[in-house]
C-alpha cells in the first residue's frame, strides 16, 4: 500500500513539474529591451528631430529656414515655428510646394501636412539650430 502511495505521489510531482514548465516565460532579448526603453525615453525621438530639422531647411530653402524652426510630428502633421506673421503669411502661401518637397526629402517621416504658428525661433549668433533641438 505504501508503494502505491509513493507511486502516486511520484506521478502527482511530475505532473506538477510539466505543468509549471509549459507557462515559464522566455528570457527577452536584449536588443528589444533596449529599442524599447530608447522608445519610451524619447532618445529615438531626438534623432528623428534633427532629420526632421534638415529636412525642413532642405525644403523651405535657406531664406525661410533662418526665420523658422520644425517642432514635433503628431498624426502626420508637421508643426513649424516661425519668427512674425509676414513669414506665415509667405509660408501659407508655399505651402503646397514646401510640402512636395518635404516628402521627396523626408519620405519616412510620413508626413501629410503642415501647421505654422508663430513662435520663438532664435537659436543663437550663427541662426543655426542646435543639435537635437526643435
Same mark, same amino acid.
Given at each position: 500500500m ?6 502516486? $505521489? ?6 506538477? *513539474? &510539466?505543468?509549471?514548465r509549459? %507557462? ?6 536584449? @536588443?528589444g529591451?533596449?529599442? @524599447?526603453?530608447? &522608445?519610451?525615453?524619447?532618445y529615438a525621438?531626438?534623432?528623428t @528631430?534633427s ?5 525642413? &531647411? /532642405?525644403? *523651405?530653402?535657406?531664406?525661410? &529656414?533662418?526665420q523658422?524652426?520644425s517642432?514635433?510630428? #503628431? !498624426? ?6 516661425? !519668427?512674425? @506673421?509676414t513669414v506665415?503669411? /509667405? =509660408?501659407? %502661401? ?6 512636395? #518637397?518635404? =516628402? ?8 501629410r ?8 525661433? $532664435? ?9 537635437g533641438?526643435t
Amino acid at each position: 500500500m505504501d508503494k502505491d502511495y509513493e507511486k502516486e $505521489d511520484l506521478a502527482n510531482l511530475l505532473f506538477d *513539474a &510539466a505543468r509549471r514548465r509549459q %507557462f515559464t516565460k522566455a528570457p527577452k532579448k536584449i @536588443s528589444g529591451l533596449m529599442s @524599447s526603453l530608447l &522608445a519610451r525615453k524619447g532618445y529615438a525621438q531626438e534623432q528623428t @528631430s534633427s532629420d526632421c530639422s534638415a529636412a525642413w &531647411a /532642405e525644403a *523651405a530653402g535657406p531664406r525661410l &529656414a533662418k526665420q523658422t524652426r520644425s517642432g514635433s510630428i #503628431k !498624426r502626420g502633421v508637421l508643426e513649424v515655428f516661425v !519668427r512674425n @506673421s509676414t513669414v506665415h503669411q /509667405e =509660408l501659407v %502661401f508655399q505651402k503646397k510646394q514646401i510640402l512636395k #518637397k518635404l =516628402l521627396h526629402a523626408a519620405a519616412s517621416f510620413k508626413i501629410r501636412d503642415i501647421r505654422f504658428k508663430i513662435g520663438v525661433v $532664435d537659436f543663437g549668433d550663427d541662426n543655426t539650430p542646435p543639435a537635437g533641438r526643435t
